[in-house]
């Protein structure tokens, strides 16, 4: 099973790509083994969408680390890249945390999932703006595109 979890606020401008990216994965035909979620921005209550996972993909807006960060690019990360970009606090309640509570998930069901990331990077979340910046909705059909190639490269290696 592939799950595919996106996050961000579209209340919150760019940090409102992991639903314009949801939306358009919505329109496209998935097999039964690929489940499609938004998350909204409460990533803690995620861990019951990716029950029975052996593979989550993981979307969301990431604030640009530094000005060489082009806005709009998309980059894949590891868990573990993106906690150590992440200095957030356990009380934000993103993604990050969801990482990091994954490695002490009582029930230990999502230690054996691959996780993978792809975020997008925004300039900054612009708080009670609605729609998505020009940059961030350009980098739309090619964050789509690179989903739907990684999970068809899944689905081939599991076919054989």
């Known amino acids: 099973m592939i799950t ?23 329109q496209l035909e998935w097999p039964s083994s690929v489940n499609l979620y938004f998350c909204g921005t409460n990533s803690l209550m995620a861990w019951h969408q990716m029950k029975g996972a052996s593979k989550v993909i993981i979307v969301d807006a990431e604030q640009a680390q530094s000005r060489e960060d082009e806005i709009g690019s998309l980059n894949w990360r590891s868990p573990e890249e993106l906690l150590a970009a992440s ?6 309640g ?11 998930d009582l029930d230990n069901t999502h230690h054996s999932t691959l996780f ?11 708080a009670f ?8 909705q350009r980098s739309v059909p090619d964050a789509v595109n690179q989903i739907v190639e990684r999970i068809d490269n899944w689905e081939a290696s599991y076919a054989c």
Do not use: K
């Not at 993978?116 to 300039?123: A, C, D």
């Not at 703006?129 to 961030?136: D, E, K, M, V, Y």
């Open 4 to 26: 595919v979890l996106c996050f961000g606020n579209e209340w919150h401008g760019d940090d409102g790509f992991g639903l314009a990216v949801y939306e358009e994965l919505q």
């Open 87 to 92: 200095p957030r606090n356990l009380h934000d």
């Open 94 to 104: 993103g993604v990050e945390e969801m990482l990091r509570h994954q490695r002490i």
């Open 116 to 126: 993978t990331i792809l975020t997008v990077n925004i300039e900054t979340i612009s």
């Open 129 to 136: 703006s609605q729609g998505l910046s020009p940059a961030i």
